[in-house]
């Protein structure tokens, strides 16, 4: 069965305190992993999109990585603007449907 | 910048009733997917529509959900007698090709009383 998890749950950084959140995947077959923030009471907005191993995206201080089992997403020297919780998904090959993790709350503090 | 649109924001409705979500997916877009996210859990896979019928669907999605594409631009989301586990919030998101990113609508928060 697919699946993605995430760690750690929460995670609180003091502001310019660079940090790795985990994402553990399962899938038959990978045709992609997804990162999205997410703030309260909104909808998930896209960061990234890896699609192999070894496959590395940047966009300001943030950077994801991918291996076959798992992708990390660097905070780099995070600002309190960066507080929110971020998800990782995945969708497998020949398949629609998108399995997510269940995220890591990120808190920056100035 | 083209997004989702999504209304209402928030419904309220008795247990029983038939409620439809709407969904205006960016124009050009071809795949378009309802989730699902109860209060403090994850987000939940409902459904994926494309070339004009249901491409996937989850265990979720039983007989009491429906999606339909009535005209170039909408895309909706019909629970016919809702149940209390109902409440969550209902996302909306469409892809323009099959290996490209889902953009997300801001939601829908449906409570059920």
């Known amino acids: 069965e697919d699946q993605v998890t995430q760690s750690p749950e929460a995670l609180r950084l003091q502001e310019g305190e660079s940090s790795s959140l985990n994402c553990s995947y399962t899938?038959?077959?990978?045709?992609?992993l997804f990162w999205y923030r997410q703030d309260p009471g909104k909808g998930p907005e896209f960061l990234f999109t890896l699609y192999s191993a070894g496959e590395e995206k940047e966009k300001e201080r943030l950077k994801a990585t991918l291996t076959k089992k798992e992708s990390f997403l660097h905070i780099t020297a995070p600002k309190p603007e960066d507080s929110a919780t971020y998800l990782c998904?995945?969708?497998?090959?020949?398949?629609?449907?998108?399995?997510f993790g269940a995220g890591t709350r990120l808190f920056v503090k100035a | 910048e083209p997004e989702v649109t999504q209304t209402p924001s928030h419904q309220v409705t008795q247990m029983g009733q038939e409620v439809i979500l709407r969904c205006v997916p960016i124009?050009?877009?071809?795949?378009f997917y309802w989730y699902r996210q109860i209060l403090g859990q994850k987000v939940e896979f409902l459904v994926s529509f494309y070339n004009n019928e249901i491409s996937e669907k989850s265990e979720i999605f039983d007989d009491q959900f429906s999606v339909e594409r009535p005209d170039g631009s909408n895309f909706t989301l019909k629970i016919r007698s809702t149940k209390l586990e109902d409440s969550a919030m209902y996302f909306c998101?469409?892809?323009?090709?099959?290996?490209?990113?889902?953009?997300f609508g801001q939601g829908t928060r449906l409570t059920v009383v």
């Open positions: 998904a995945v969708q497998a090959r020949g398949g629609f449907k998108t399995i």
């Open positions: 899938v038959s077959g990978l045709r992609g």
């Open positions: 124009s050009n877009h071809l795949y």
């Open positions: 998101a469409s892809m323009g090709g099959a290996n490209t990113e889902a953009f």
